[in-house]
């Protein structure tokens, strides 16, 4: 157990340390991130009737389209240096490999979200942000990266490469969006976290389901 | 050979009659629905086409998706020509689900297109397969499409429950449009109505093993068609 942590924190490491020297996926995440807000901000200023009506919607479209930006690159380096092979040769799980890059999205996407946050309260003037949306903004999150990483897998061995990240993955996170959403909707109307455990346990129930199935089926994945 | 030629045969003249039977049942035998709005009532008929497809557009993702585990198990090609031979019937069986449900939805809703539950669930089910199918088209080496297939195969089947139970859950608290009463008493069928029910769910039911037949075979004459175009370096 205590060598799987350790495989899992070198593969951490590994892609956080590319980068933090890059800069690669965080610049492109937040750039692309903040031009959705303007765009978001054209397309809604002059027909709805209160901008903060929008605010769970804008938010929750933004994640997905920035994050799948980030996850699209999870293997390219390993696949664009020939360095997947060398990883598969560990003498470890390789579901290690697969939960090391997983939290490495995971954190990408959580630090571009917290670049993301205070940006929005700022442009749509209303502070939005509680306790309870963060905990469903990291539960979405953390679903998102499950099924993510899995499938930036898979794109990253076809042609169309990162073309085809997002049809795979949107049908696929459509739940995590619904409850996302409609979670975040209800906090900004004053309900508790209580009101919303519904979505909240579909939130979770979704990240368990997903974290198992790709533990049990990344080898297939990456084998060679 | 997998399936013997005969065998094939036997099936499709069965589900030739079947699906005569059906069109009998639906159109002529089963009377008309007296609990609905006379100008409507023919349009009510196609609950004998609408559902058996969505029934087996269902069977066929579940043989997909026990195929694709199949797959990753035994590593066995089989595995992968059913998944894939039922994924394209699915996908087949959804659009009919999909077009014949706004048809019904013109007279009865009065609209071709509503956010209810289950028409919205099935156009995700249907997007999640195209998905499906973008992926193995991009990708060439056999072996390797077949794996990556058969892990999204997986994901995208377990998804559409969940897909199914959000949109509904969204729904009760946005108020719909359109009343969709529970599955339990959409039907209202009287005996007669539901005998022709059972025939036509039967009947498509059986056109769809012939259909899943005939789609193997051909996977089967597909692969050796591959194997034979190596040996001669076409």
């Known amino acids: 157990m ?133 905990l469903v903004l990291f539960l979405g999150t953390l679903g998102f990266a499950a099924v993510g990483t899995v499938f930036s897998g898979l794109a990253v061995n076809t042609r169309t490469r990162e073309v085809l990240l997002p049809v795979l993955l949107f049908p696929v996170m459509l739940p995590v969006l619904m409850a996302g959403i409609r979670a975040t909707i209800g906090f900004m109307e004053g309900d508790t976290l209580a009101d919303m455990m519904k979505w909240v346990n579909l939130l979770l129930f979704f990240d368990l389901l997903y974290l198992v199935v790709a533990y049990m089926t990344f080898d297939f994945v990456v084998e060679e | 050979m997998n399936l013997s030629r005969r065998l094939l045969q036997i099936l499709n003249v069965v589900a030739l009659i079947a699906m005569l039977i059906a069109v009998y049942a639906a159109l002529i035998q089963a009377p008309d629905a007296i609990n609905v709005d006379p100008s409507i009532r023919p349009a009510q008929r196609i609950i004998y086409f609408h559902v058996p497809s969505a029934w087996s557009s269902m069977l066929a993702f579940f043989v997909a998706f026990v195929a694709s585990i199949l797959y990753l198990i035994t590593k066995h090609i089989r595995w992968d020509i059913w998944a894939r031979a039922a994924s394209e019937l699915g996908i087949a069986f959804t659009v009919a689900a999909v077009i014949s449900g706004s048809l019904w939805a013109k007279p009865a809703w009065n609209t071709y297109w509503t956010w209810d539950p289950r028409l919205t669930t099935y156009t995700i089910v249907l997007l999640l397969y195209i998905a499906y199918f973008m992926l193995r088209g991009a990708i060439d080496e056999p072996s390797r499409r077949a794996r990556m297939a058969a892990v999204y195969g997986i994901f995208a089947f377990l998804s559409v429950p969940l897909t199914f139970m959000s949109i509904r859950w969204w729904n009760t608290i946005h108020p719909v449009i359109v009343d969709a009463p529970d599955s339990t008493n959409k039907f209202g069928l009287g005996p007669n109505m539901m005998q022709a029910f059972m025939i036509t769910n039967m009947a498509f039911i059986i056109l769809f093993v012939a259909l899943l037949a005939n789609r193997i075979s051909l996977g089967w004459a597909e692969e050796r068609m591959d194997a034979l175009k190596e040996r001669l370096n076409f």
């Open chain 1, 2 to 134: 205590k060598r799987y942590i350790q495989v899992v924190w070198a593969v951490l490491w590994k892609d956080l340390r590319i980068e933090l020297r890059t800069k690669d996926i965080f610049t492109s995440m937040a750039v692309f991130a903040v031009l959705a807000l303007m765009i978001f901000n054209f397309a809604f200023e002059l027909r709805v009737p209160d901008k903060t009506m929008v605010i769970p919607g804008v938010l929750w479209v933004t994640i997905t389209f920035s994050g799948v930006l980030g996850l699209g690159r999870a293997f390219i380096s390993e696949k664009d240096r020939g360095s997947m092979a060398g990883l598969l040769l560990a003498p470890v799980d390789r579901s290690a490999i697969y939960f090391g890059k997983m939290l490495a999205s995971l954190i990408f996407i959580l630090v571009m979200e917290i670049f993301l946050l205070p940006l929005m309260v700022i442009f749509f003037n209303t502070n939005f942000i509680s306790p309870p949306l963060l």
